[in-house]
């Protein structure tokens, strides 16, 4: 079955320090891959997504991720964080034909001032 | 435009009360999803929808039911609430397969 994993469930983090959250997939074929944010008390917003060509995307307020197609990953970056950043953040695939997307558990980022 | 619209944002319902949370769009999209957020455990598809007059289920339907009548509306069904459906849930639309997800602003729901 497919299947969505974020490997760090809590983060805390200073401001201005530098931020990797890991997402690994597991499909072997053509993924759509996401990363969504959900801050305090609202509902999920876009970051960003992947569907084709370079595998470096950018998002909004300044996150990006690598697709590492070797790698089933799709890790997400920011190179200094700010307290607005404390949030959760949910990776998700759409892989294949499915009509659904994979979602992974989340990782909870705290920033401290 | 307004988008996802969910209603309402919060309720409380007692043990075997029913209840159906409203979502309605206005970007035309022909998916439709219902999830469900409980803390820890990220989100949990519920059922979803690929046009109006399709519904199916996701991955937690028990307790729950949709239907699909029009393109913008996606009502939830809560038949005889349980404490175990204590939970947030979200409404959201996609154009088509394979594409992002755009989402409401959620209904928190307390079974008592």
């Known amino acids: 079955a497919q299947s969505v994993s974020q490997h760090n469930h809590h983060v805390i983090l200073s401001e201005a320090a530098s931020l990797e959250l890991g997402c690994n997939y597991s499909?072997?074929?053509?993924?759509?891959l996401f990363w969504y944010v959900q801050y305090p008390g609202q509902h999920l917003q876009l970051l960003l997504k992947?569907?084709?060509?370079d595998p470096l995307v950018k998002g909004i307020k300044g996150f990006e991720a690598e697709f590492i197609k070797s790698k089933f990953s799709f890790n997400l970056r920011k190179p200094s964080v700010q307290w607005s950043d404390t949030a959760e953040y949910f990776c998700?695939?759409?892989?294949?034909?499915?009509?659904?997307?994979?979602w992974g558990l989340g990782t909870s980022l705290a920033v401290n001032p | 435009n307004a988008g996802v619209t969910q209603t309402p944002k919060f309720r409380i319902l007692k043990i075997g009360q029913s209840m159906t949370l409203q979502c309605t769009q206005d970007?035309?999209?022909?998916?439709m999803y219902w999830y469900r957020q409980d803390p820890g455990m990220g989100l949990k598809l519920i059922y979803y929808?690929?046009?109006?007059?399709?519904?199916d289920k996701g991955e937690v339907p028990n307790g729950y039911n949709v239907s699909r009548s029009t393109t913008e509306d996606f009502p939830l069904r809560l038949e005889l609430a349980a404490p175990s459906q204590t939970s947030v849930y979200f409404c959201?639309?996609?154009?088509?397969?394979?594409?992002?997800?755009?989402f409401g602003q959620g209904t928190r729901l307390t079974v008592v």
């Open positions: 959201a639309t996609g154009e088509r397969m394979n594409t992002e997800a755009f």
């Open positions: 970007m035309n999209h022909n998916y």
């Open positions: 929808s690929v046009g109006a007059g399709i519904t």
């Open positions: 499909y072997g074929g053509t993924v759509n």
């Open positions: 992947y569907f084709s060509g």
């Open positions: 998700a695939v759409n892989a294949g034909n499915n009509r659904k997307l994979i």
